[in-house]
Nanobody, 118 residues
Framework: QVRLVESGGGLVQAGGSLRLSCAAS????????MAWYRQAPGKQRELVAL???????NYADSVKDRFSISRDNAKNTLNLQMNSLKPEDTAVYYC????????????WGQGTQVTVSS
């Protein structure tokens, strides 16, 4: 079982920056793709950015050119550098990891709140 723990959320002014981190533990060898999702009140959870084990990335149009996802496979960490933050980025951000094994479910972190004030 993979356990994911996010950190780095908080309150920041519009235009500011914030870096989220996710520490993975447990059956880390089963991890393939990792991603950041977010969910704002009254909205569905949406994919923010993903990164494959090989380092290929993909971003939601709303965060492209502002956010940067990265991972350190040796340290079992996932990061999301968020720049030029907007109030619309306010949400609970979740770390996510898929499993290479069909016998293991995907894993979610508990979420960390990001609030961007105007």
């Amino acid at each position: 079982q993979v356990r994911l723990v996010e950190s780095g959320g908080g309150l920041v002014q519009a235009g500011g920056s914030l870096r989220l981190s996710c520490a993975a533990s447990g059956n880390i060898y089963s991890i393939n793709t990792m991603a950041w999702y977010r969910q704002a009140p009254g909205k569905q959870r949406e994919l923010v950015a993903l990164i494959t084990r090989g380092g290929s990335t993909n971003y939601a149009d709303s965060v492209k050119d502002r956010f940067s996802i990265s991972r350190d496979n040796a340290k079992n960490t996932l990061n999301l550098q968020m720049n030029s933050l907007k109030p619309e980025d306010t949400a609970v951000y979740y770390c996510y990891a898929t499993s290479a094994s069909s016998y293991l479910p995907a894993s979610w972190g508990q979420g960390t709140q990001v609030t961007v004030s105007s």
